[in-house]
C-alpha cells in the first residue's frame, strides 16, 4: 500500500545484516516515522509496547525478530546445540509479549523447526533471514487473495442494492495493511473493491482504549482514497437498526478451526448487533491465524489483560497547530480500571471466514474443507 504516493510494507530488513525496518504505528496518525530493530530485545519491545500491532504485522515481525535473534546466537554461542537452545529461548522471549496472537507463535515456531534442520551456524543464521522474508512474502500474498475473496461478497451486496448506492461496510480496530505485511485482512476486500470501481463506504469504530481506528485504520482508508466516516463504538448498533450498514467484516487475532473468533475488545457486541438486525458478520483471516488445537474458543483462548493506563488515559493532538501529543487522564481518581484487550465471538454468529483459499462457514467442517491438510 502507498503512504503519501510511496509504496510501503509494516516490515522490511536493512540494508545491514541484523537490521529490520518497521513503522511506528504509536506515532500515526499524526506523524510518520521508521524505526530500525536491531536484537531481540528491541523486537520485544516493539511487539509488546504496541510500535507494531495486528496478527499479520506481529506474526512477521517475530519472524524477523528471529533473524535477529539468530545473529545475536552467531556471537553468543560455540556450538549447534548452543545455538539451537538459546534460539529456542529467544523465541520463548517473544511469544510471551502478546500471548493472545496466534501468528506469533506460529511464526516463532516456524523458525525454530526451520533454523534447527540446519547442520552449520552460518547455515542457520542464513535460513532464519530467508525464513523472514517467506514470512512477510506470504503474508502479503495471502492477504491480496483475501481481497479477491471478498470482493465476491461486496459486488454481490451492490448488486442487490441495485448497482449504483455505496456499499456500507463496518469494521472494528484495525485489520488493515497495518496490522499485517500489506493489504490488510478486514480492509483488503474493501481495497480490492474500491480499485474494481465498486463504491464503498466504511463506517470505522474509534475502537477505545487505544483508538486504532480512528487513528489508523481512518489513515489508512485516507491513504488509498476510500470513503469512511469515524463513529465512537457504541453508534454500530444504532446504524444497523436503521439500515445503513450492508455488512461487517472485522479482522481476528486468532480462530478456533471450529469457527470461534478472539478479535478486539467490542468486536463480539457487533456480532450480536449484526444478528440482531440481519446484517452479515464477516472475518477475514490468513491461515497464519488458525488455532488448530483449540476447539472451544470461549474458554479456552487466553484473552490478555493489559495496563489500565491504556484505558484511564488517551492522548491526541490539543489543537490543530500542535505537532506534540498530548496525553490526558479520563478517570476519577482512586478508581480501578480493568483493560481485556480481546472478547472472543461464538462460530454461531459469524456469516463466514474470508481466507486465502477462499470464503467458507464458521465451523469446524467447512474450515477443514479449504484446509484439508491440517485435520488430524
Known sequence: MKVDGKPYRTIWLGDKPGEAWIIDQRKLPFAFEEVVLKSTEDTARAIYEMYVRGAGCIGAVAAHGMYLAAVECEVEVDSVES???AFRKKGEQLCETRPTAMNLQWAVERQV???SSQDSIQEKVSRAREVAREVADEDAEWCRRIGENGLRL???????KGGKD??????????????FVDWGSATSPIYAAHDAGIPVHVWVDETRPRNQGARLTAWELGQQGVPHTVIVDNVGGHLMQHGMVDMVITGTDRTTYTGDVANKIGTYLKALAARDNDVPFYVALPSSTFDWEIRDGVKEIPIEQRDGEEVAFLSGLASTNDTEETEVNLVAEGSPVANYA??????HLVSGLITERGV???NEASVFSLFPEKQK
Open 83 to 85: 545455538f539451537d537452545q
Open 113 to 115: 523447526r526451520e533454523v
Open 154 to 160: 461486496i459486488q454481490e451486496i451492490f448488486e442487490k
Open 166 to 179: 455505496p456499499v456500507n461496510i463496518l469494521t472494528h480496530c484495525n485489520a488493515g495493511w497495518l496490522a
Open 342 to 347: 480481546f472478547d472472543v465471538t461464538p462460530s
Open 360 to 362: 467458507c462457514d464458521a
